[in-house]
């Protein structure tokens, strides 16, 4: 038995039937060509027959992938065949994936049927798509709710009909990961010929076991996995390409490896997920933005120390710069003192352990502290050398009233006190400040930078002052605006006055 899997991915089809994430001729190009670099092996384009945009969608991926084949798929219908072989007519490598369902639910309830009929309307459908394909895939709807022994007839027929490849497809999410491998394993030991096909998988995740069912079907002899990325998909989704390569690629083993080039599966994600306006969730393995990041203590020094020690996978693998250590109230020293490193700032004991007081601190009030929190707390032993320090500050606004600033200085121990009023808070500010230090200033540039997590978040102010002739940069952080603008004047103020 090989030990090459291949993926086949359909994001472009059954992934593309989430409400809301239907994507144009032009995105499904720029997909499918993501999906060429990705390495899969299989693009399931879309099913032609179903509208005229997504026939022209197959047709125009067709032209533009080069070495992956390209399926379009079909009931077992002749019209539905015929136009998807039509579709198909520019596709290099091309494949025409037809079938029906075999449990005894669909062919009561959707075919008014019975078992000998859908096996025979089977074998007419992958025999008629072999007159117009030599790669024909045949899909058992419905088979994780198949009994087996009709299963396994089922496949015997369509293999004997010319199926090159035969789906076995948990359609309702049903399936246990043990009851799934077992029945991919009858299949191997009951279908005479099916040395002569591949067995593939298409788990649906509504019980939250699609990666899993499909890693079993691939222990017990399935040789293509159907996937998407993100594991979209109708309702819960289906199983995720990235959970499974990486499983397969974690357990070196099963002896079983893909074509997938693992380092474009982080970019691949992202791009997935915005084009469809799809978000990828925190915590979802391999792509969620949380898949590296480590917020305990105990977690983030165990990282720092050994990788391994937290993590089975290195960032790098998928696409990922690095793990996050992510700061929060659970953070301990190690993990403030990486950061600091990481951004150039390196301190004393004495000095981090101050600055780790004021971290936790920072950190009761805000659920993640950022490079520029650190920054900010980095800058507060800046500050404590400074000759002007900012001893309090505070302000009266509204709408309909003068903005009026009171503020406390601290110069060289000496301490001043000014209020003054002005066009908004910052203003009234700058303005108190100004009655203090009475130089000739000019403030030259002025920028706020968006506060883009929340109102809890930090900004960021940068001023530039004319002092003399000479322009001085100051800059400052804190979760209260106006203090932050304070403190970035008084920045520049103390590199310039002696």
């Known amino acids: 038995m090989s030990d090459r899997l291949y993926i086949f991915d359909t994001t472009l089809r059954d992934g593309e039937q989430v409400p809301g994430c239907q994507l144009n001729t032009v995105e499904k190009i720029e997909v499918a060509k993501a999906l060429e670099a990705l390495g899969v092996d299989v693009i399931e384009a879309g099913f032609p027959v179903s509208s005229p945009g997504d026939f022209n969608s197959v047709v125009e991926i067709s032209k533009a992938v080069t070495w992956p084949t390209i399926c379009a798929l079909t009931r077992a219908v002749e019209n539905d065949i015929r136009v998807a072989a039509d579709a198909l007519q520019y596709a290099k490598r091309k494949r025409i994936h037809t079938g029906i369902g075999t449990s005894d639910s669909h062919i009561k309830?959707?075919?008014?049927?019975?078992?000998?009929?859908?096996?025979?309307?089977?074998?007419?459908?992958?025999?008629?798509?072999?007159?117009?394909?030599?790669?024909?895939?045949?899909?058992?709807?419905?088979?994780?709710?198949?009994?087996?022994?009709?299963?396994?007839?089922?496949?015997?027929?369509?293999?004997?009909?010319?199926?090159?490849?035969?789906?076995?497809?948990?359609?309702?999410?049903?399936?246990?990961?043990?009851?799934?491998?077992?029945?991919?394993?009858?299949?191997?030991?009951?279908?005479?010929?099916?040395?002569?096909?591949?067995?593939?998988t298409h788990c649906h995740n509504d019980l939250g076991m699609a990666t899993a069912n499909t890693v079993m079907g691939v222990i017990n002899g399935a040789r293509q996995v159907e996937v998407t990325i993100n594991g979209i998909g109708e309702r819960a989704g289906n199983t995720a390409l990235e959970e499974v390569v990486m499983t397969l690629r974690s357990h070196k083993e099963l002896g079983i490896d893909t074509n997938i080039n693992a380092t474009k599966i982080a970019s691949t994600s992202r791009m997935v997920s915005s084009l469809m306006n799809m978000p990828v969730q925190p915590n979802k393995a391999i792509v969620g933005r949380n898949a590296f990041a480590h917020s305990s203590g105990i977690h983030q020094d165990g990282v720092l120390k050994n990788r391994e020690?937290?993590?089975?996978?290195?960032?790098?693998?998928?696409?990922?710069?690095?793990?996050?250590?992510?700061?929060?109230?659970?953070?301990?020293?190690?993990?403030?003192?990486?950061?600091?490193?990481?951004?150039?700032?390196?301190?004393?004991?004495?000095?981090?352990?101050?600055?780790?007081?004021?971290?936790?601190?920072?950190?009761?009030?805000?659920?993640?502290?950022?490079?520029?929190?650190?920054?900010?707390?980095?800058?507060?032993?800046?500050?404590?050398?400074?000759?002007?320090?900012?001893?309090?500050?505070?302000?009266t606004s509204g709408v309909g009233i003068h903005s009026v600033a009171s503020v406390g200085l601290d110069i060289a121990g000496e301490k001043f006190e000014a209020a003054a009023s002005g066009n908004g808070p910052v203003d009234a500010a700058i303005n108190a400040i100004k009655l203090i230090i009475r130089r000739k200033m000019l403030l030259k540039e002025f920028l706020i930078q968006a506060i883009n997590k929340g109102s809890n978040d930090v900004g960021k102010v940068h001023m530039t002052v004319e002092y003399d002739g000479a322009h001085y940069n100051g800059f400052a952080a804190n979760t209260d605006i106006v203090a932050a603008s304070a403190e970035a004047f008084l920045d520049a103020i103390n590199k310039f006055v002696r």
């Open 109 to 200: 309830y959707k075919f008014n049927s019975n078992r000998e009929d859908i096996l025979q309307r089977g074998v007419a459908a992958v025999a008629y798509a072999r007159k117009f394909v030599d790669d024909v895939e045949f899909y058992c709807e419905d088979a994780g709710r198949t009994d087996n022994e009709y299963l396994a007839r089922v496949v015997e027929a369509v293999i004997a009909a010319g199926a090159t490849v035969v789906n076995i497809p948990d359609t309702t999410g049903y399936c246990l990961p043990e009851e799934y491998g077992a029945k991919i394993r009858y299949l191997m030991e009951h279908v005479s010929n099916i040395d002569k096909a591949i067995l593939s």
């Open 309 to 395: 020690s937290y993590e089975i996978i290195d960032p790098k693998d998928v696409g990922v710069d690095e793990n996050s250590i992510v700061l929060t109230a659970r953070s301990g020293r190690a993990a403030l003192k990486h950061r600091l490193h990481t951004l150039g700032i390196n301190l004393e004991p004495e000095a981090l352990d101050k600055a780790y007081e004021q971290f936790l601190k920072l950190a009761d009030r805000k659920k993640e502290i950022n490079d520029d929190d650190v920054l900010m707390i980095a800058g507060e032993h800046h500050k404590a050398r400074s000759r002007i320090k900012l001893d309090f500050l505070q302000v």
